[in-house]
């Protein structure tokens, strides 16, 4: 495995590799991995010659009141468990190469940042969207990995990446949970013992969803109610939203009806965590 961390190194590993018609998978992350990023890492090593995994904590994706200075980070740890999942190239930039002074262009995509996560993180979508068009421009990938559980986040890349012609496959690949249900997230090595347990009702009120739909349920109004009374119970869950909203537009739905995606995200302590369930009506 290739370890680089500035762009220009980055270009010539990868320049002498197309040079050789290696496709190229990229797997971009914040570190501090856990098995949904291997899960990514190992599609993209049976998809491609080339495997690129990126870590980078993306200040620009983060509001002022966030936790950037908080976000677990571990890069030597990332470079062992990357080295055995495949990887061929880690790519680790410090932020004032991908932002040097005087940076000012950023990615801007509209309506599908809107509503859900991007009510209570302005900007945030933003920030990707740019690193992310970054991040692409700098490798040239074939393909591209994100997991569902950022399901608005990949909605917003397959948009840019249709609305800006770039020539890259996104392939978004499922959630992976704990035994307990909880959705794999770098944040949760932030919950302590007692909120953890809290955060395990995140996956079952998702399942009570869906086995009401199962049971003939059509009103998002009812599933979305059932939904936040599993979490409100537990006192030391804040919920930001609980929605029902078509799977590709993302916009609310009243009716289960073709693939929804239920979302939700909640504040446990300091903690946000985000989860979601596609209900197929
Ligand atoms: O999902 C993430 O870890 C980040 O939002 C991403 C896609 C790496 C952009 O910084």
Redesign the pocket.
């Known amino acids: 495995m290739k370890f680089v961390k500035t762009i220009n190194e980055a270009r010539i590993v990868l320049k002498g590799l197309k040079e050789l018609k290696k496709s190229v998978g990229i797997v971009?992350?914040?570190g501090y991995l856990h098995e949904g990023h291997i899960s990514l890492v190992k599609r993209s090593v049976d998809e491609n010659d080339i495997t690129v995994l990126?870590v980078?904590?993306?200040p620009k994706?983060f509001g002022k009141n966030e936790d950037f200075d908080c976000y677990p980070r571990d890069v030597e740890r990332d470079m062992r468990m990357a080295e055995e999942a495949g990887v061929d190239v880690f790519f680790a930039p410090e932020a004032d190469e991908m932002y040097p002074e005087g940076y000012s262009t950023y990615v801007n995509v509209e309506g599908v940042t809107e509503g859900l996560c991007g009510v209570s993180r302005p900007g945030h979508f933003r920030?990707?969207a740019t690193?992310?068009c970054k991040?692409f421009n700098i490798v040239e990938p074939d393909r591209a990995y994100?997991?569902q559980k950022?399901a608005q986040?990949a909605v917003v890349?397959k948009r840019m990446v249709k609305d800006l012609n770039m020539n890259v496959e996104i392939r978004v690949c499922p959630i992976i949970r704990e035994k307990d249900g909880l959705a794999m997230s770098?944040r949760n090595v932030r919950l302590n013992a007692e909120e953890r347990k809290s955060a395990s009702l995140i996956y079952k009120s998702l399942s009570e969803a869906s086995k009401l739909v199962n049971s003939g349920e059509k009103s998002s109004h009812r599933i979305v109610e059932k939904v936040s009374g599993i979490l409100n119970s537990d006192p030391l869950i804040k919920v930001d939203y609980v929605e029902a909203v078509d799977a590709e537009t993302l916009k609310p739905v009243n009716v289960i009806s073709g693939r929804v995606l239920l979302a939700v995200a909640v504040k446990i302590g300091n903690t946000r965590l985000i989860d979601n369930m596609i209900l197929e009506g």
Request: proline fraction near 5%; hydrophobic fraction near 45%.
């Open positions: 971009p992350t914040m990126t980078f904590v993306n994706q920030g990707v690193v992310v991040l994100f997991g950022d986040q890349v770098s």
